[in-house]
């Protein structure tokens, strides 16, 4: 399985961007895709998940200005950043848990895609 992310780049604080991630290859069946952060010097941090029946979670910082869907049909996620700060700048990581045919979960992660926020 391999993801592909896109849709990062450089906005201005209070502006927004919209990240796409979408998972191919030899699919049985995923549950739960989300989307993680690393900041410089910091610790990966989750940003935003998503469960394959829509339940979501969300970092605290991140609650009322970004919002995650995913399209199951297409084995894609999104996520829509409003209100973006500078303390939002980090490489975003898309992430997915795929169940393979034996039933087995497996974490993949895409290669990442930069979000720089300027003040």
């Known amino acids: 399985v391999q993801l592909q992310a896109s849709g990062g780049g450089l906005v201005q604080a209070g502006g927004f961007l919209r990240l796409s991630c979408a998972a191919s290859?030899?699919?049985?069946?995923?549950?739960?895709m989300g989307w993680y952060r690393r900041a410089a010097g910091k610790q990966r941090e989750l940003v935003a998940s998503?469960?394959?029946?829509?339940?979501?979670k969300y970092g605290d910082s991140v609650k009322g200005r970004f919002t995650i869907s995913r399209d199951n049909a297409e084995n894609s996620v999104f996520l829509q950043m409003n209100s973006l700060k500078p303390e939002d700048t980090a490489v975003y990581f898309c992430?997915?848990?795929?169940?393979?045919?034996?039933?087995?979960?497996?974490?993949?992660w895409g290669k990442g895609t930069q979000v720089t926020v300027s003040s």
């Open positions: 998503i469960s394959s029946g829509g339940s979501t």
């Open positions: 992430n997915a848990d795929h169940i393979n045919g034996y039933g087995r979960n497996q974490s993949y």
């Open positions: 290859g030899s699919i049985i069946r995923i549950n739960d």
